[in-house]
């Protein structure tokens, strides 16, 4: 479910838990069977699922009341539909909401070592 509550995500099937796996008895695998089946909200069911923390809305001060604004960065054509796909499950899932506002930040890709 998204962070308001509106959509269910998907579950992904590598964040399922594999109780082969696991290095306890049966006893306790069942027991923690029954923990993550009694209480799946605060398990992960993907990638997107990254909860959320209620608290008060968090004010930003800033040294200037002048809005600092850059050219965006160009984002590599062959990325370009990878990035895509991301920020519309960012949005999708509210984790990222779509503003107007004169102060923004320009969106830096890093390659992981690991490909």
């Known amino acids: 479910m998204n962070l308001d509550g ?3 995500l998907e579950t992904d099937t590598k964040y399922k838990v594999d109780y ?8 306790e695998k069942d027991m923690l069977r029954e923990r993550i089946n009694r209480f799946p909200d605060v398990f992960s069911q993907c990638q ?4 959320c ?8 001060p800033t040294s200037t009341g002048d809005p600092v604004a850059l050219k965006p960065y160009r984002i590599n ?3 370009e539909a990878e990035l895509a796909k991301h920020m519309s499950e960012l949005l999708k899932t509210s984790i990222l909401v779509e503003g107007d506002t004169p102060w923004c930040s320009n969106l830096v890709l890093v390659r992981k070592k690991s490909g």
């Open 53 to 60: 923390c209620k608290v008060e809305q968090a004010e930003i």
């Open 77 to 79: 054509p062959k990325y």
């Open 6 to 8: 509106n959509e269910e």
């Open 20 to 27: 082969d796996l696991c290095d306890i008895t049966k006893k």
């Open 48 to 51: 997107y699922d990254l909860g």
